[in-house]
């Protein structure tokens, strides 16, 4: 774990260097990436209207934005987003991170979680002024709290060898599960509560404990992420301020 945390911590360190590489290919890709993340604000702002909450992006329908302004942000319900970019990343590692182009001086703090605009990515874990690394769900030390539709809640957790599925053990014999189910977080997670974490593949059972096993298909592509939200929790220090007390 300590050699995790030090290959986490060096990426801060070279995550300059990484910005001007990713500077180069960005310039060439510009006109995709903007329609793309002028779609997600648009998605986002049909989502935020659906549940009447304060909306801070800018107007979706100007014709650019610009995608690493650090005042975009939106507020939904109890949580702020902050926009950020992707500038190096992992797949193939036991725990895999990704570095974002958003740190401390942008409101970016430890344990906050990241997501993309179609689901988890994971949670922050060291930040520097001007950037920050996350470690995502591709960890065989990031289990993630997740539900099915009817309410089932358990675990997903990350095989380690496939970073196109993730792992939901234990779920009881008796539930129906069907192929194409999505799983989502719950509010027991430091996500959000109903942020898709996948769709489920593949079931198995396991015959020595009687319960079943589902296969997810991630709903964010870890390949491909270019564009993230860090996510702040508006409530944290109240609850854990809440929960220090009762154990006094």
Do not use: C
């Not at 220090?237 to 929960?243: A, G, I």
């Amino acid at each position: 774990m300590q050699g995790n945390d030090i290959m986490s911590s060096a990426n801060l360190l070279i995550a300059g260097i990484y910005q001007q590489q990713d500077d180069v290919a960005y310039y060439f890709a510009l006109r995709n990436m903007n329609d793309s993340l002028l779609n997600e604000n648009i998605r986002l702002r049909e989502q935020l209207a659906a549940y009447s909450e304060v909306d801070t992006l800018y107007d979706s329908t100007a014709a650019y934005i610009k995608p690493i302004d650090s005042t975009h942000f939106v507020k939904y319900a109890d949580y702020t987003y902050r926009s950020a970019k992707v500038i190096n990343k992992s797949v193939n590692a036991v725990n895999n991170y990704i570095t974002i182009n958003r740190g401390e001086k942008d409101g970016v703090r430890k344990n906050m979680a990241v997501v993309s605009s179609t689901g988890v990515v994971g949670r922050v874990v060291h930040t520097s002024a001007h950037f920050a690394s996350a470690i995502s769900v591709l960890s065989k030390k990031q289990a993630v709290s997740a539900g099915l539709k009817d309410g089932t809640v358990g675990h997903v957790t990350w095989a380690g060898y496939n970073p196109s599925e993730l792992v939901m053990n234990d779920v009881p014999q008796q539930i129906r599960v069907n192929i194409g189910d999505s799983v989502f977080t719950t509010e027991y997670s430091f996500f959000p509560p109903n942020v898709l974490v996948g769709t489920v593949t593949k079931k198995e059972m396991n015959e020595s404990k009687n319960l079943q096993v589902l296969y997810i298909k991630p709903a964010t592509d870890f390949r491909r992420v270019q564009y993230v939200y860090v996510v702040e929790n508006l409530m944290t220090e109240e609850k854990n301020n809440l929960e220090n007390n009762m154990n006094q």
